[in-house]
């Protein structure tokens, strides 16, 4: 169990290294969104499943989802002036 551990933070750390290295904001929604998810998964194995859940509704669907939307926003407005 302790190397499944080990797995998972290394993971955790890589997808963390991708979120930070990405320019581009959507990709930066969409790697923060699969580091959530790896966070997840984290949660998962070291046996705290209400966490996870919470990572899962909140930080891989509704944060992700209101970066977009005010990315969008954005970008129509620079098309309105």
């Given at each position: 169990?302790?190397?499944?551990?080990?797995?998972?933070l290394?993971?955790?750390?890589?997808?963390?290294?991708?979120?930070?290295?990405?320019?581009?904001?959507?990709?930066?929604?969409?790697?923060?969104?699969?580091?959530?998810?790896?966070?997840?998964?984290l949660?998962?194995?070291?046996?705290?499943?209400?966490?996870?859940?919470?990572?899962?509704?909140?930080?891989?669907?509704?944060v992700?989802?209101?970066?977009?939307?005010?990315?969008?926003?954005?970008?129509?407005?620079?098309?309105?002036?």
């Amino acid at each position: 169990m302790n190397w499944l551990i080990g797995v998972m933070l290394a993971s955790c750390a890589v997808s963390g290294w991708l979120v930070v290295i990405s320019r581009d904001p959507k990709r930066q929604v969409f790697a923060l969104c699969g580091n959530s998810l790896v966070l997840a998964l984290l949660f998962f194995v070291l046996q705290a499943p209400d966490v996870a859940f919470s990572e899962i509704a909140v930080d891989t669907v509704v944060v992700p989802l209101l970066f977009l939307i005010t990315l969008a926003a954005i970008a129509i407005n620079k098309l309105r002036r």
